[in-house]
T-cell receptor
Framework: GQNIDQPTEMTATEGAIVQINCTYQTSGFNGLFWYQQHAGEAPTFLSYNVLDGLEEKGRFSSFLSRSKGYSYLLLKELQMKDSASYLCAPRETGANNLFFGTGTRLTVIP | EAQVTQNPRYLITVTGKKLTVTCSQNMNHEYMSWYRQDPGLGLRQIYYSMNVEVTDKGDVPEGYKVSRKEKRNFPLILESPSPNQTSLYFC?????????FGQGTRLTVV
């Protein structure tokens, strides 16, 4: 089984940088996904990390430390449209299922 | 364009009246799954399918059925819906490193 922990809510200012943390415990590990979800809409894929380190993709970066069971999503130059929930989803070894945390609701204020 | 298509988007029905939510993907993915999303509980997996004629229960399968007669389609069946199945439902289709979600079906059972 999996245990996934993310902060429930965060607030940040437009133009700033925010880091959303995720800690997890899994029976084996085979990568971690980050998704963005606007209210009432489908989750959209942001990143996938399987090796330790930082993966950068435009304004969004994702970091993974497998030994610590820890990941974070870094959002730079925040825009109002970044207000959304961010979902962390680790995958267990050999499992085809994605298990999602309850997500972090980010509010970007002017 | 890679797509997962769910229908209907919105549905209000009465207790006990059988219904089917359809899901179709055009990416030739072997793996498909159904989730429900409720406030404070995040995305919970209902059923998943690793290939044609191969389905298995997720975390919350009670009250639901699925079938996978062809690779592209994965319908969700509620034989006798009850009010506790009022929720937002998502179908997902996945390759090794990315999952695509349908637009969602908001179901209300009265």
């Amino acid at each position: 089984g999996q245990n996934i922990d993310q902060p429930t809510e965060m607030t940040a200012t437009e133009g700033a940088i925010v880091q959303i943390n995720c800690t997890y415990q899994t029976s084996g590990f085979n990568g971690l996904f980050w998704y963005q979800q606007h209210a009432g809409e489908a989750p959209t894929f942001l990143s996938y990390n399987v090796l330790d380190g930082l993966e950068e993709k435009g304004r969004f970066s994702s970091f993974l430390s497998r030994s610590k069971g820890y990941s974070y999503l870094l959002l730079k130059e925040l825009q109002m449209k970044d207000s959304a929930s961010y979902l962390c989803a680790p995958r267990e070894t050999g499992a085809n299922n994605l298990f999602f945390g309850t997500g972090t609701r980010l509010t970007v204020i002017p | 364009e890679a797509q997962v298509t769910q229908n209907p988007r919105y549905l209000i029905t009465v207790t006990g009246k059988k219904l089917t939510v359809t899901c179709s993907q055009n990416m030739n993915h072997e793996y498909m799954s159904w989730y429900r999303q409720d406030p404070g509980l995040g995305l919970r997996q209902i059923y998943y399918s690793m290939n044609v004629e191969v389905t298995d229960k997720g975390d919350v399968p009670e009250g639901y059925k699925v079938s996978r007669k062809e690779k592209r389609n994965f319908p969700l069946i509620l034989e006798s819906p009850s009010p506790n199945q009022t929720s937002l439902y998502f179908c997902a289709s996945r390759s090794g490193t990315e999952a695509f979600f349908g637009q969602g079906t908001r179901l209300t059972v009265v």
